[in-house]
Every structure is written in structure tokens, then in C-alpha cells.
């Protein structure tokens, strides 16, 4: 992406896809990962610019369920910014 981007003068904009129930259906990192992962296109990468973070859940029969999955993923956008 990096390389693309800069070869027409353009910053990308990306999200990172992060697996945050581990659910071996889905693709994406790790939450453990996103740290090291962020910092690398941080560091290496100056036409990509990181927008934030995405995650699909596990499906749930409950919406509701889904609620600590999203809890995850804000517990760890708050990580990431500070």
C-alpha cells in the first residue's frame, strides 16, 4: 500500500482489522499484535496514514453479546492513543 500510494503522491488512508474474539473464522491481527503492527506502518510506512481500528465479531444470536467485543476493541483504541 505504502509503495502504491507513494508512487502516486497520495497518503492512504487505512484502518487496521483487528480479530478481538480470536475467532479463527476471521482474519485480522491479534490484539497483541496491533501495537507492534501500528508502530511498523507508523515507522516504515510514511504514505499510509492509520485512521483507526475495525473489527467483525463473532455472529451472536444476541446482539447483545457482541457488547464485550466492542468493549475490547475500545479498551484497546484507548491503549494505542495515549
Avoid: W, Y
Avoid at 28 to 44: C, I, K, M, Y
Amino acid at each position: 500500500i505504502d509503495k502504491a500510494a507513494a508512487g502516486i503522491g497520495k497518503i492512504m488512508p487505512i484502518f487496521l482489522q483487528v480479530n478481538i474474539s480470536a475467532d479463527p473464522d476471521k482474519s485480522g491481527f491479534s490484539a497483541a499484535q496491533t501495537a507492534g503492527v501500528l508502530e511498523a506502518v507508523v515507522a516504515r510506512c510514511p504514505h499510509v496514514l492509520v485512521k483507526g481500528l475495525m473489527t467483525i465479531t463473532e455472529l451472536f444470536s444476541e446482539p447483545e453479546m457482541a457488547r464485550a467485543d466492542f468493549s475490547r476493541m475500545r479498551d484497546l483504541r484507548d491503549a494505542l492513543c495515549t
